[in-house]
């Protein structure tokens, strides 16, 4: 499993993907948070929040988790590498959780140039350090949670189909229809009915309150697809 891991991070360093996926969530972030006239525009909101950025990162992972996810267990469907992984000492759940925690490093990897972020809006408060702290560190473990669930819906997207673009579509239809849309078409059916949704969950966590049906809600979703993906994998096996 810890091969499998290692083997995800290598690749992801030494490939264009790596590099393209960092670059393109630290450039749009920068350019919705400091230079385009947005409602994300830090400078032209008046006052120092992490928000902002939070809501925008959201957004951005929609479809950089699936640009992530799409190749890990396509590519090695169509390398045939996935069949020799069958014949080693390791479980489908081992391949399954080694492909998955490597993602989930990854994800961590490219959220960290985000701290600077958080320096300058700690810098641009008045006074200095004028930052709701609580709701910063509530935004980043929904925000990780968030993406942690993209990631293991991108795996089993992944999972099911040999061709990275097909998996990256579904992955990315639906991480946007889970965020965003499940909501939006239960309230057509029933208004006081709600909290079906990704964005429901992660807005919640997001106000600096830790409530664990929030945190089971989102590990549940993941554990879910998860066994989704160690079936496809063993489907395939036979």
């Known amino acids: 499993m810890f091969s499998l891991l290692k ?3 290598s690749y992801f360093f030494t490939s264009p993907i790596g590099m393209t996926i960092i670059g393109l969530f630290i450039v749009l972030n920068g ?20 928000l902002p950025f939070f809501r925008l990162s959201s957004w951005i992972f929609v479809f950089l988790v699936p640009a992530l996810t799409m190749r890990s267990i396509s590519e090695e469907k169509k390398s045939g590498m996935l069949a020799l992984l069958f014949t080693k000492p390791v479980s489908t759940l081992q391949i399954v959780l080694g492909k998955y925690l490597g993602i989930l490093f990854l994800l961590l990897i490219i959220l960290l140039p985000s701290v600077l972020y958080v320096y300058v809006v700690w810098v641009l408060g008045n006074p200095v350090g004028n930052l709701d702290v609580a709701g910063t560190v509530g935004s980043y473990i929904a925000l990780f949670l968030l993406i942690a669930t993209f990631a293991a819906v991108g795996l089993w997207a992944s999972a ?16 946007f ?6 909501d939006q078409l239960i309230t057509l059916i029933a208004d006081d009915f709600n909290g079906f949704g990704f964005q429901t969950h992660f807005d919640a966590i997001s106000r600096g309150v830790i409530d664990t049906r929030n945190v089971v809600y989102f590990l549940s979703i993941i554990a879910f697809f998860i ?12």
């Not at 066994?227 to 036979?238: E, G, P």
């Open 7 to 9: 083997k995800e991070i």
């Open 160 to 175: 099911i189909s040999a061709n990275q673009i097909i998996s990256f579509v579904l992955a990315a239809f639906l991480c």
């Open 31 to 50: 350019l919705f948070l400091f230079v385009f006239k947005s409602d994300y525009n830090i400078l032209n909101a008046g006052f120092a929040d992490m």
């Open 177 to 182: 229809f889970f965020f965003f849309g499940a």
């Open 227 to 238: 066994y989704l993906t160690t079936l496809s994998l063993k489907a395939y096996k036979r």
